[in-house]
């Protein structure tokens, strides 16, 4: 139970990568606030979760900004931040409308700095706390239909890694989590490039690592205050690959 009576904030806590990290944590004794936009799912959430009764449901709009300050506001003291809040696309670049790219921007990256710098102001008065932005492998390696994604992406790696610079010397751990391929509605729900739903599972992702088990290794991760852990499958390779070999990672990742 090592984070037992730990309140634990998980945005995009409704589904996929952020529900499973809210079950994690509450079996391992924390108090969770849980935020999404969807109010009925983020309930089922939380009775899925070890000790109900421990936990809020905080429904959030990370695209709002005062709505932002008005939550961190309520939830007053949190010790763990995780941003699992976002959207990914499948769109070609030329094809997907600058909406539809600020969009995504907005939501991924503005929303979770916008949260950060809600919450922080309290962790540094007590010179405790810790954030933890899910990213993803495309934020180290761009790929093909995914150019506004990766770029929100590669900016949480900017920031936060600036941030943690900025923050060591008030204690304040960040712990940048970068997933591969994992068994959740991510493409289902990615934007096309009218801003559409793409509506259906690449085949890359159906028999990919379970979020239980990536959200088990999450929990893991911030217990040991690692600055960045690479989770999934043979994808998570790309990374050292894109570190060493570019020019072969660059080969590979084209679209045919």
């Known amino acids: 139970m ?21 079950v994690a944590f509450s079996r ?53 931040l995780v941003h699992s809040g976002g959207v990914s696309q499948r769109s070609l670049a030329m094809e997907t409308d600058l909406a539809v790219e600020r969009a995504i921007m907005d939501l991924n990256f503005f929303g979770t700095v916008a949260l950060t710098k809600a ?11 810790h954030l933890v932005p899910i990213s993803s492998v495309v934020g180290y390696v761009g790929t093909p239909l995914r150019s ?32 591969g391929y994992i068994r959740t509605n991510v493409s289902r ?16 992702h159906k028999d990919a690592m379970t979020p239980d088990r990536l959200a088990r290794r999450v929990v893991d991760a911030v217990a040991a205050r690692k600055r960045v852990v690479v989770i999934g499958g043979k994808e998570r390779w790309a990374v050292p690959l894109q570190r060493f070999l570019p020019a072969l990672v660059a080969r590979m990742v084209r679209l045919k």
């Open 2 to 22: 090592r984070f037992r009576d730990k309140t634990v904030w998980v945005t995009g806590a409704s589904s996929g990568i952020g529900e499973a990290i809210a």
């Open 28 to 80: 391992e004794g924390a108090k969770l606030i849980l935020s999404a936009r969807n109010a009925a799912e983020l309930e089922r959430v939380r009775q899925s979760c070890d000790g109900p009764a421990r936990h809020v449901v905080l429904p959030l709009d990370l695209t709002d900004e005062e709505a932002i300050r008005r939550a961190a506001q309520t939830v007053g003291i949190v010790d763990v």
């Open 119 to 129: 919450v922080l102001p309290s962790m540094i008065v007590r010179r405790s706390g």
């Open 148 to 179: 506004a994604y990766a770029a929100s992406k590669h900016a949480l790696h900017g920031y936060f890694d600036s941030l943690r610079a900025e923050l060591a010397k008030d204690g304040i751990g960040v712990t940048i989590v970068c997933p």
């Open 189 to 204: 729900n990615a934007l096309t490039g009218d801003g559409s739903a793409f509506g259906r599972m690449d085949e890359t």
